[in-house]
């Protein structure tokens, strides 16, 4: 069982039924802050539990009738006609559970998209209108109106044609109500349509092997998945990250190029057309991205993956590039220095370009670093005591760092020696590269 219906089946568990049974109202979540959340209005509170469910932080959902009262006798207060106006989607149960819907909608000039959430649900008719009522000898719903709830509170409601009582089985949930309440998501925010579906129920199982690329020719290319995706035709592969605050600042934008890079590689090795990335941000803000094959970048992947096991077989070290990888790991080829040694790259025509071409580039940074001084001194003079100056192609902030407390080592150690080999901490030295010319 996914972890969808894990959450249906224990909201399920205490309401019982959708018609009389009381349930705690969904609270509306923070919108991401990709974007803004679409507001959803639900008639009663187990309708907002399940909306909520499917669609997670780029929904608000707002239920009209509140936890204890009676859905059938309710009537909409202008705060709740307003709340109509404004909405995008309006779930609602359907069957004339809700006697007043009509009058409201069309009170309250509704344009939105209206959801009914049983909709293909085999209904049964309703009792005749000579048929006991609610509070009296023989009323026959099989549901259970709660402790706290009395018979005066149901006010001898009519259901009209078919009883709307509906008994919310997760079979019933998954069958009708998901299907019903995921296309109207849809069909309101198409933006959201692959969180939507992925929240709904794609079942996910374990990869327990270490999968290589079927083609001989690129048996170096390895992969460990965290989870396939069954039965979804347009997704395989889910990757599950989770980002601190520190890594938050990486997915702002979309996925990271690191992983990016992972899941193309991942649906090289194994032939797939697309993956979902679930990442959840600072433990409470989840977000799923899609990404599709792209054989362009799966090229460049298998280039470098194919030059780089050349390497290996070859034990000779990859050609040194810009990156910080680069610096570790010539920190740890050669942490050493030989003392007076000198190497003579006098003769070697490439190294020689290569030198002139640092002294080059350290020219061109020291001038634009004292250019981009100049241009950063001028603006916070302008700005004065101002956090934030605008512009047309963006803005720049200028916040002061909060104040800190912090151990003043040279002053202890001065006052009190003995504690550095009392408390001795060791620190490996690295090379540093300083530039000369005559």
């Known amino acids: 069982m996914n972890t969808l219906w894990k959450k249906i089946v224990a909201v399920l568990a205490i309401i019982g039924l959708v018609g009389c049974g009381q349930s705690k109202q969904t609270q509306p979540p923070s919108a991401p802050a990709a974007t803004e959340a679409l507001q959803a209005v639900v008639s009663f509170s187990v309708l907002a539990d399940i909306v909520q469910q499917i669609g997670g932080e780029r929904v608000q959902v707002v239920s009209l009738v509140g936890v204890g009262k009676n859905p059938h006798a309710f009537e909409p207060a202008p705060n709740d006609l307003k709340t109509i106006t404004q909405a995008k989607l309006l779930v609602v149960n359907g069957l004339g559970f809700e006697g007043w819907l009509n009058r409201a909608t069309d009170t309250a000039q509704f344009k939105g998209v209206k959801v009914v959430a049983t909709q293909g649900v085999p209904a049964l008719e309703s009792p005749k209108t000579n048929a006991p009522k609610h509070g009296e000898a023989g009323h026959d719903h099989e549901h259970d109106h709660g402790q706290n709830q009395v018979a005066e509170q149901h006010d001898e409601h009519e259901h009209g044609a078919y009883d709307p009582h509906v008994w919310l089985s997760p079979q019933m949930v998954a069958k009708y109500y998901v299907p019903n309440i995921l296309a109207g998501l849809k069909q309101v925010d198409p933006a959201g349509a692959d969180y939507y579906q992925q929240r709904t129920g794609n079942k996910v199982r374990r990869v327990n092997a270490v999968l290589q690329h079927p083609d001989s020719d690129k048996h170096f290319m390895l992969a460990n998945l965290d989870y396939s995706v069954v039965g979804d035709a347009d997704v395989q592969i889910l990757e599950c990250k989770t980002a601190g605050e520190y890594g938050a600042k990486l997915w702002r934008d979309g996925v990271p190029l690191y992983v990016l890079c992972q899941v193309q590689h991942q649906l090289a090795v194994t032939g797939k057309k697309a993956a979902h990335i679930c990442v959840l941000i600072c433990g409470h803000e989840t977000r799923i991205f899609k990404v599709t094959r792209s054989e362009s970048v799966i090229q460049h992947i298998v280039n470098a993956e194919r030059y780089f096991w050349e390497c290996v077989e070859k034990d000779t070290p990859p050609d040194a590039d810009a990156s910080d990888s680069a610096a570790k790991a010539l ?108």
């Open 331 to 438: 920190q740890l080829l050669y942490p050493e220095h030989v003392p007076l040694s000198t190497t003579d790259l006098s003769l070697d025509d490439q190294a020689n370009q290569q030198f002139e071409q640092l002294i080059q580039e350290r020219n061109h940074i020291e001038k634009h670093q004292e250019q981009f001084d100049l241009l950063k001194h001028q603006l916070q003079a302008k700005m004065q005591e101002a956090e934030r100056a605008t512009f047309k192609a963006g803005s720049v902030t200028w916040k002061k760092s909060k104040d800190s407390i912090s151990l003043d080592s040279k002053a202890l150690l001065k006052q009190y020696p003995e504690y550095l080999n009392q408390f001795p901490q060791s620190k490996s030295g690295s090379r540093r590269f300083n530039i000369y010319t005559d």
